[in-house]
């Protein structure tokens, strides 16, 4: 069964620091994977995909991911994270182009300390 | 930048009203998707559509119809609203089930 996992309901990072927020995903053949990002009170933007090739996708906002078939994780990264960057982020699992519904995980919500 | 919009913002309802939530897409894609978010769920999908007059079912489809009227406007009814019905449902939209653009989300209380 295809699933997605963000052990993580909370994380919690200085201004400055860097961020990594995990994610495992269950699937039977080779995903498509996505990052989306929340911020307060409005919908769902597309941070990052991958769908194949070099295993680390770059982003908006200076994020990139990092996708690991040995591992079934598609861990998302910042170098240093602003204030602006408090927000719930999913990852998020396709089974292709054309080949079904997403499946969500169940988000991580980012705070930055100043 | 794609477009969804949604209507209304804000609903509040009673316990077996009758609510209809509003989506529309201003960007010709073929694909339109009703979820709800619930704390703990993440986004969970109601109902999709992949043109004008289709209609797929999605995970948690019960106590949910939907329409897809026009290829910009996809309707969600909720006939006999329960208080397990309320919360925030996001309408989106893609080509070919390929990245999804979001609308600002509906608030929904059944009380």
């Known amino acids: 069964a295809q699933s997605v996992t963000q052990p993580d309901a909370r994380v919690t990072v200085s201004e400055g620091a860097s961020l990594q927020l995990r994610c495992k995903y269950s699937y039977s053949g080779t995903p498509y994977l996505f990052w989306y990002v929340q911020y307060p009170r409005q919908g769902l933007q597309l941070l990052l995909k991958y769908y194949s090739g070099d295993p680390v996708v770059q982003g908006v906002n200076g994020f990139e991911a990092e996708f690991s078939k040995s591992n079934s994780s598609f861990h998302l990264r910042k170098a240093s994270v602003h204030w602006s960057d408090s927000a719930v982020y999913f990852c998020v699992l396709s089974g292709g182009y054309n080949q079904g519904k997403l499946i969500f995980g169940q988000g991580t919500k980012l705070s930055i300390k100043p | ?111």
């Open chain 2, 1 to 111: 930048e794609a477009a969804v919009t949604q209507s209304p913002r804000n609903k509040v309802t009673v316990t077996g009203g009758n609510v209809t939530l509003s989506c529309r897409q201003t960007n010709s894609h073929n694909y339109m998707y009703w979820y709800r978010q619930d704390t703990g769920h993440g986004l969970r999908l109601i109902h999709y559509s992949y043109g004008a007059g289709n209609l797929q079912i999605g995970d948690v489809p019960d106590g949910y119809k939907a329409t897809r009227t026009t290829q910009e406007d996809f309707f969600l009814l909720l006939e006999l609203a329960s208080p397990s019905q309320t919360s925030l449902y996001f309408c989106a939209s893609s080509v070919n089930q390929d990245t999804q653009y979001f609308g600002p989300g509906t608030r929904l209380l059944v009380l």
